[in-house]
């Protein structure tokens, strides 16, 4: 084939593909690449860094050869070069990869990020991302009173056809082991799952970093602003890490303003509200904002049984002859009231202990191999600092939860002083009420009663409750 003949061939090719494929992924990928040569049978396509090159192998490579091919039966093969229009010097050539085999990278001093490596059944379009867990979907997400919204929010994120959802960006916050990651994680897998045409990119914030002063330290930043702002769908996970670091959040700041003008949606996680982000910069702070702003509270006796109930249905799967006494998981989502990470781990040590020993699990088997935390919790978690805790943060005197004064800035402070004391101990009304000056224990569930009540109806309240929980716990 001529040069000439190649070039308008070439022009005609990039047309379909721009068709195919978008104008915004277009002008990211196809765009930039070149005629660099024909040599014999084979074309040599040159794309402006190794990032791009790699990119446009692994993901158009395929398509490309058969497009060649369509117009020139002669070709045999399409190869791609590093090749910038400042510096004549190319790389190696990157072979196409066949069409359902994975490209590789060309070097190993220069690694290719490729979709979460154990996952063969994840979707080829979904741009680069990092490790995806394949535990974490909804259907295995334990849905309570303390993460309800949050997972319904997280649903709408992944269902919604249009690039974004009426709220956005999503916002989730909570303590640690409380399912944010899950959360961010089931996300990307359902989105990718039901769009197939959606560009999903999920990575954590310190990840986003990196990325981001390799590029600075390569001179690639196109590269970079190219597959960061032609998702649509970006998901940053522990935003809190870039805290401090202007530079990053500067590109994030206009990666968030290019997506957002693009009706791309934008999930982000913290281990607190986008207010209590100190070291983050306002303007930020602002637009996160915009969307919905929802936490995830510490778990409920409730959902750390539901939690228990669902893993161990999976261990009993998997060892076949696991017998477990139903007041175990009682036992274990009354005494260790810590995050999930804790809770799982626990019940993993008493199956691990099961299995090992060919033992059924019993309750003085969690006794004996959860005394460790047990004891911690048990330690942690009194009436008397849960008093005092309160207290503190409603600035009222120590005195007023024992006094009989029942103005609202005093009762509110004592019912929900009240109501942790149910929720996080496991002394009864009666110990309780004998803790708040010699109450009726009929009082003591009026007052658990209006502040679960009040949790439901007031969002402040509620958000109150749950920075108190996470202080008292962790």
Known sequence: MELGDAERTWDEIRTAFRGEIGEASYRSWIGVLTLDAIDCD????AAPNRFICERVSGRFGPRLQELWQAHAANVRAIGFVVKSSADAKASDPIPVPAPDAPSKPASPAAPRLRLSADDADAPAHTPTTFKLDKRYRFDSFVVGQSNELANAAARRVAETATPAAAFNPLFLY???????????HAIAWEAQARHADRRVL?????KFMHRFVSALRYKDTIAFKNEFRSVDLL??????F???KTSTQEEFFHTFNALMDGNRQIVISADRSPNDLEGVEERIKSRLNWGLVTDIGPTDYELRLGILQSKID??????PGLTVEPKVLEFIAHRVSANVRVLEGALNRLVAHATLVGRPVT????????????????????????QRKVAEHYNIRL??????????????PRQIAMFLCKELTDKSLPEIGRKFGGRDHTTIMHGVKRIAQLCDEDASLREDVAVLRRSLEY
């Open 42 to 45: 084979i074309v040599h396509l």
């Open 174 to 184: 909570g303590g640690v082991g409380l399912g944010k990651t899950h959360l961010m």
């Open 202 to 206: 999920y990575l954590s914030a310190e």
């Open 235 to 240: 998901l940053v996970d522990d935003f809190q």
């Open 242 to 244: 870039i805290a401090g």
């Open 314 to 319: 999976e261990a009993v799967r998997d060892n």
């Open 363 to 386: 309750l003085d088997m969690a006794h004996e191999s959860l005394g460790d935390l047990v004891r911690v919790y048990d330690r942690r978690l009194t009436i008397d600092e849960i």
């Open 399 to 412: 005195s007023d939860m024992l006094s009989p004064r029942r103005a609202r800035n005093i009762a509110r």
